[in-house]
């Protein structure tokens, strides 16, 4: 039964992951460069660019992020090295790095990222120009964590297949 609870906690961590750190390098693929929205984009609700940032906002990724964060305490707790991890002890501290990497840009979402997106998208009343800061503020938001995912896939991987970096 353990072993079925591990693959199946595995298999969700990992699509979890593809669809939230996935959305980030969409994100970073399709718009490699920063256009701040304008005034004129975020006043006109039925402006091709609002309409495309909203097209863009889905509760999808950002679900996916707690379902991947999750997924992945309940593989540390399931194999008996939470604990190990979270205090960075041991060999265990290879996939603790990860794990604070991940709950720092699981934090960076939810707390700076979908806030200030809210504003942007005129889900949370802000003024105008407040919105036009938002949007640059959800921009390094969201690259901040596409390059923290670099280390975090990093240590993840070499958790399980790099002793040879940590012994």
Same mark, same amino acid.
């Given at each position: ?7 199946? $906690?595995?298999?969700?961590? &990992? &699509? ?12 970073? #693929? ?29 509760? =999808? *990724? ?5 379902? =991947?964060w999750l ?15 979270? @205090?960075?002890?041991?060999y265990q501290?290879?996939?603790? #790095?990860?794990?604070? #990497? ?8 939810? $707390? ?5 997106? %809210? %504003?942007?998208?005129? *889900? ?14 959800? &921009? $390094?938001? @969201? ?8 280390? $975090?896939? &990093? *240590?993840?991987?070499? @958790?399980?297949?790099? =002793?040879?970096? *940590?012994?």
């Amino acid at each position: 039964m353990d072993q079925i609870i591990d693959f199946l $906690l595995r298999w969700v961590h &990992f &699509f979890g992951g593809i669809i939230w750190v996935g959305h980030n390098y969409a994100s970073m #693929i399709q718009r490699p460069a920063f256009r701040p929205p304008s005034r004129e984009d975020l006043g006109d609700e039925q402006s091709p660019v609002y309409m495309t940032l909203l097209g863009r906002e889905h509760g =999808t *990724f950002r679900y996916a992020a707690i379902v =991947t964060w999750l997924t992945g305490v309940g593989m540390l707790w399931q194999r008996g090295v939470l604990l190990d991890a979270v @205090s960075l002890n041991g060999y265990q501290a290879v996939i603790g #790095i990860g794990f604070w #990497i991940g709950t720092l840009m699981l934090a960076n979402l939810w $707390l700076v990222l979908w806030p200030n997106q %809210k %504003k942007v998208l005129g *889900f949370a009343p802000a003024p105008l120009e407040e919105r036009v800061r938002c949007a640059r503020i959800t &921009f $390094l938001s @969201s690259r901040t964590n596409t390059m923290l995912s670099i280390p $975090l896939l &990093f *240590f993840m991987a070499a @958790s399980q297949h790099g =002793t040879a970096l *940590f012994v």
